[in-house]
Nanobody
Framework: QVQLAESGGGSVQAGGSLRLSCAAS????????MAWFRQAPGKEREGVAS??????TTYADSVKGRFAISRDNANTLTLQMNSLGPEDTGKYFC??????????????????WGQGTQVTVSS
């Protein structure tokens, strides 16, 4: 089993930055793909960015050039978010798998989830 715990959310004004972190525990050595998802009120959960053990990354079009995903050897996942706008408001979730996924932005392919951390961007 894998446990995930996010941190780093908060409130920021438009144009600001935040850095989210996700600490993995349990069978973290067996983690393959990791990703960030977000969910705004009344909307479906959407993929934000994902990263494979190789370091290969995938980003949603809406965050390309503004967000950067990374991970370290302990499978601590981070998401650096710059130039934030109100449209980035939502609860951000860390997710992980113990196998390769075909689509890093497809929530259905990730069995392990954190509890989420809230990001609020005011205009």
């Amino acid at each position: 089993q894998v446990q995930l715990a996010e941190s780093g959310g908060g409130s920021v004004q438009a144009g600001g930055s935040l850095r989210l972190s996700c600490a993995a525990s349990g069978d973290r050595a067996k983690i393959y793909d990791m990703a960030w998802f977000r969910q705004a009120p009344g909307k479906e959960r959407e993929g934000v960015a994902s990263i494979k053990t190789s370091g290969s990354t995938t980003y949603a079009d809406s965050v390309k050039g503004r967000f950067a995903i990374s991970r370290d050897n302990a499978n601590t996942l981070t998401l650096q978010m710059n130039s934030l706008g109100p449209e980035d408001t939502g609860k951000y979730f860390c997710a992980a798998t113990r196998w390769w996924v075909t689509s890093g932005l497809d929530a259905s392919q990730f069995p392990y989830w954190g509890q989420g951390t809230q990001v609020t961007v005011s205009s």
